[in-house]
C-alpha cells in the first residue's frame, strides 16, 4: 500500500526563523511531489511541486528531493504568523492519483 | 480567476436521509476527484473520473455512497441514506492532463445528526 508519512505536530517555530517540514513516501515509483498549504476550515491549496532531485525554490519556500531517502522536505524561510496551517505532502506515480499524507500542523509564534 | 465551485458549503441533515453534493471543476479540466476529510483519518480519495468516465470508486462505500458526472461541468456525490460516521468535509479537485496539479474547491462541511 502506497503511504506518504509525515509527523503530525504542531511544529512550534518563531517568527523570522526558518521551518523544516518532511515528508518519507513507501513508493520508489514515485515521481511528482506536490506540497499543500491548508489554513484552518479553508481548502488545500498547491504552493510548490517537485519532480527531480535537489532543490525547488519559490519565494520564500524552497522543496527538498532525494528519491534514494524517498523524502520530500519543505523550508519556509522568514517565517510569518501567516503561515501557520497545517501542511500536506503529497506523491504520484505515472498516471495514478495523488497519495496525501496526514499532514504536519505548523505554528509560526510571533 | 477560475475554480473549483462546489455546493452546498454546509449540510445539516438527519441520519437516513439523502444528501447530494456538487462540484464545478474548472473549465478544461478533465479529471475530477472527491476526496473525504476527517481529523483521524486525513485526506481519503473516494472516486475519481476522466473525462466524465468513472476510474476508480474503490474508496467508496458502495452500498450508500455513488458518484456521477453527468456532464463536464458537473460531478455529483450522493448518500443514501446517510450515517452520523458520513460526518466530514468532502472535496472535490480538478487537473487538466495528469493526475497531477489538483486545485481544490471549497468542500462541503457535512454533519449528520
Known amino acids: 500500500q502506497k503511504e506518504v508519512e509525515q509527523n503530525s505536530g504542531p511544529l512550534s517555530v518563531p517568527e523570522g526563523a526558518i521551518a523544516s517540514l518532511n515528508c518519507t513516501y513507501s513508493?520508489?515509483?514515485?515521481?511528482?511531489f506536490f506540497w499543500y498549504r491548508q489554513y484552518s476550515g479553508k481548502s488545500p491549496e498547491l504552493i510548490m511541486s517537485?519532480?527531480?532531485?535537489g532543490d525547488k525554490e519559490d519565494g520564500r519556500f524552497t522543496a527538498q528531493l532525494n528519491k534514494a531517502s524517498q523524502y520530500v522536505s519543505l523550508l519556509i524561510r522568514d517565517s510569518q504568523p501567516s503561515d501557520s496551517a497545517t501542511y500536506l505532502c503529497?506523491?504520484?506515480?505515472?498516471?495514478?492519483?495523488?497519495?496525501f499524507g496526514k499532514g504536519t500542523r505548523l505554528s509560526v509564534i510571533a | 480567476d477560475a475554480r473549483v465551485t462546489q455546493t452546498p458549503r454546509h449540510k445539516v441533515t438527519e441520519m437516513g436521509q439523502e444528501v447530494t453534493m456538487r462540484c464545478q471543476p474548472i473549465l478544461g479540466h478533465n479529471t475530477v476527484f472527491w476526496y473525504r476529510q476527517t481529523m483521524m483519518q486525513g485526506l481519503e480519495l473516494l472516486a475519481y473520473f476522466r473525462n466524465r468516465a468513472p476510474l476508480d470508486d474503490s474508496g467508496m462505500p458502495k452500498d450508500r455512497f455513488s458518484a456521477e458526472m453527468p456532464d463536464a461541468t458537473l460531478a455529483t456525490l450522493k448518500i443514501q441514506p446517510s450515517e452520523p460516521r458520513d460526518s466530514a468535509v468532502y472535496f472535490c479537485?480538478?487537473?487538466?492532463?495528469?493526475?497531477?496539479?489538483?486545485?481544490f474547491g471549497p468542500g462541503t462541511r457535512l454533519t449528520v445528526l
Open positions: 513508493d520508489r515509483g514515485s515521481q511528482s
Open positions: 479537485a480538478s487537473v487538466r492532463g495528469s493526475y497531477n496539479e489538483q486545485f
Open positions: 503529497a506523491a504520484a506515480s505515472g498516471n495514478t492519483p495523488l497519495v
Open positions: 517537485i519532480y527531480s532531485n
